[in-house]
C-alpha cells in the first residue's frame, strides 16, 4: 500500500521561504516520478513542479519558475520543494503525488497516488 505523507506547510510572510517534504513507502520509490501540486479554495489542482525517477529531469510550472525547487533523495524515499520568493498568490494546499512511470507526466490524472496535502499560506 503506498503511502505519502508531506510535511512543512505554515505561514510564512510575502518573500519568505518554505520546504516542503514528502516521505513515500509501499512501492520502490527510485522506480517512479513524483510530482508537486496545489490546489487553491475553488480553483483546480494544478502542477507546479515534476522530478523523474533519477532526477535528471525536472518541470516547473511557469508561475514557480525560478523560485521553486524540486529534488529527491532515493535512499531516502523523499522528495522535496523548496520555495523562495513566496507569493500571496501561493496560498493553497500542497499535494505530492506519484505517478506509474519513470518519467513525470503534467497532469493529475496521471498520478494514482497522493498525499494528504499541507497548507501553504502565504500573507501579504
Known amino acids: 500500500q503506498v503511502q505519502l505523507v508531506e510535511s512543512g506547510g505554515g505561514l510564512v510572510q510575502a518573500g519568505g521561504s518554505l520546504r516542503l517534504s514528502c516521505a513515500a513507502s509501499?512501492?520502490?520509490?527510485?522506480?517512479?516520478?513524483m510530482g508537486w501540486f496545489r490546489q487553491a479554495p475553488g480553483k483546480e489542482r494544478d502542477i507546479v513542479a515534476a522530478?523523474?525517477?533519477?532526477?535528471?529531469?525536472?518541470y516547473y510550472a511557469d508561475s514557480v519558475k525560478g523560485r521553486f525547487t524540486i529534488s529527491r533523495d532515493n535512499a531516502r524515499n523523499m522528495v522535496y520543494l523548496q520555495m523562495n520568493s513566496l507569493k500571496p498568490e501561493d496560498t493553497a494546499v500542497y499535494y505530492c503525488a506519484q505517478g506509474q512511470a519513470s518519467y513525470y507526466r503534467l497532469g493529475a490524472l496521471e498520478y494514482p497516488y497522493w498525499g494528504q496535502g499541507t497548507q501553504v499560506t502565504v500573507s501579504s
Open positions: 522530478i523523474s525517477r533519477s532526477g535528471v529531469s525536472t
Open positions: 509501499g512501492r520502490t520509490f527510485s522506480s517512479y516520478a
